[in-house]
């Protein structure tokens, strides 16, 4: 198994927000995070990249507790892309992205970290922009800057807050295509924080339905997104449709509930 998370707690002062979550992944497996705002899915990718610290629970990279990793070794071999990134001073795309080497070249690269930052750059549609400066970009070419900048880094595993969050729904399936394609032909994994139902059906190999810190359902999309589920977490009747044997949500109309899933 590639990423462990075992009975991992999270919360701020007294306040839980992630309640003894355990995940699996493997390789060149894709699994998506889905649940309504303030489930708690962008706090778990933060605590897996170390940004957050668990009260409780353990996480294994390749059975290594990722506390016990050097933050260079463990940026070496995961890459993260934020749902949003505030840039404070002037950087090319070009420079932007080439930061995503850093892990193993130190600050001096060579040929051959110049050759990966263009083909990602190509792979990604935005070689156009490599010297313009990331501040005049659109907040969806900005988005694939950062994604291009964690695929540069060659990682293990790729966690995604969001990933097409500031994109139109074509560059929503073009990020979405050339991530899974990385995954496939890489062999690496991937976690993903995603609002989109549909998306995350798409391309999830499984899904994780979280709901106030916990897990409420997982398994492939199939099982996992199934009208009940959506309608208990999310407070919406929906009809799931089939498409090319992927369910594909509908939404109907909000629907009472006692308490609230957010």
Known sequence: MKL?????????????????????????????????????????????????????GTILLDGQDIKAMHQMELAKRVGYIPQTTSQVFPATVFDTVLMGRRPHIGWRSSEKDTEIVLAMLKMLNIQEFAMRDINELSGGQQQK?????????????????????????????????????????KRISAIMAIHDL??????ADRIVMMNSGKIFSA????????????????????????????????????????GSGN
Do not use: W
């Open 145 to 185: 800057v950062f994604i291009a900048r964690a695929l540069t880094q060659e990682p293990e595993v790729l966690l995604l807050d969001e990933p097409t969050s500031n994109l139109d729904i074509k560059c929503q399936l073009e990020v979405m295509d050339i991530i899974k394609n990385i995954v496939v032909e």
């Open 219 to 258: 398994g492939n999309p199939v099982s996992a997104l199934t009208p009940d589920n959506i309608e208990h977490v999310y407070g919406v009747e929906v009809k799931v449709a089939n498409h090319d044997g992927k369910p594909y949500i509908v939404p109907l109309k909000p629907v009472e509930q006692n």
């Open 4 to 56: 462990k998370v075992k009975e991992v707690e999270f919360g701020y002062g007294s306040v839980p927000v992630l309640k003894d979550v355990c995940i699996e992944l493997a390789a060149s497996e894709m699994l998506g995070i889905v649940g309504p705002n303030g489930a708690g899915k962008s706090t778990l990718i933060r605590c897996i990249d170390r940004i957050l610290a668990p009260q409780k």
């Open 198 to 203: 549909n998306l995350a059906s798409r391309y």
